[in-house]
T-cell receptor, first 111, second 115 residues
Framework: GQQVMQIPQYQHVQEGEDFTTYCNSS?????IQWYKQRPGGHPVFLIQ?????EVKKQKRLTFQFGEAKKNSSLHITATQTTDVGTYFC???????????FGTGTRLTIIP | GAVVSQHPSWVICKSGTSVKIECRSL??????MFWYRQFPKQSLMLMAT?????????EQGVEKDKFLINHASLTLSTLTVTSAHPEDSSFYIC???????????FGEGSWLTVV
């Protein structure tokens, strides 16, 4: 079946260090979405990328969508304690509006 | 921005009883809502697509008679866990897409504990 994998599963970084999570889909996605879920909370929409090779930035966060629309990455520059949480990528497959969520990357920050 | 609200946030029930969880879109109409289940430290697994005015579409492996979904209005979908068992204990969360741009908004989630 369709799978969306993320690596790493866990990442512990010192505050101020950079962080990257990678998302890989077994099949082509119509778009890629990124969500952040704080511990005990619900997923919150961060961004959506639609075009092949698209790059978007939100302050310290940089999102990329691969040329083949099967992979994506989220990079956080100079992490802060507020960045703690699990980051999920998610994407609908062509012809299907349902989101398939990635396995998630849990980020913890060492102050 | 658009808000999706879930109720209750926490519920504890006895084995064999049924529990209803509500998902409301507060300031927009949602013809489609989605119900997910999330176990601790795991990803979200789509259970079913709730369609206003018609039957829900269940994902493979999800028992439709156990997880009853009703989408009676454009702002409300309900998930009823029938004859609950301890293995049904989980975090249940709904989502809906809102205009413009069909951004996905998630409810706050509902923690179900079956004892």
């Amino acid at each position: 079946g369709q799978q969306v994998m993320q690596i790493p599963q866990y990442q512990h970084v010192q505050e101020g260090e950079d962080f990257t999570t990678y998302c890989n889909s077994s099949t082509t996605l119509s778009n890629i979405q990124w969500y952040k879920q704080r511990p005990g909370g619900h997923p919150v929409f961060l961004i959506q990328l639609v075009k092949s090779g698209e790059v978007k930035k939100q302050k310290r966060l940089t999102f990329q969508f691969g040329e083949a629309k099967k992979n994506s990455s989220l990079h956080i520059t100079a992490t802060q304690t507020t960045d703690v949480g699990t980051y999920f990528c998610a994407g609908p497959y062509f012809g299907n509006e349902k989101l398939t969520f990635g396995t998630g990357t849990r980020l913890t920050i060492i102050p | 921005g658009a808000v999706v609200s879930q109720h209750p946030s926490w519920v504890i029930c006895k084995s064999g009883t049924s529990v209803k969880i509500e998902c409301r879109s507060l300031d927009f109409q949602a013809t489609t809502m989605f119900w997910y289940r999330q176990f601790p430290k795991q990803s979200l697994m789509l259970m079913a697509t709730s369609n206003e005015g018609s039957k829900a579409t269940y994902e493979q492996g999800v028992e439709k008679d156990k997880f009853l979904i009703n989408h009676a209005s454009l702002t409300l979908s309900t998930l009823t866990v029938t004859s609950a068992h301890p293995e049904d204990s989980s975090f249940y969360i709904c989502s809906a897409s809102a205009p413009p741009g069909n951004t996905i908004y998630f409810g706050e989630g509902s923690w179900l504990t079956v004892v």
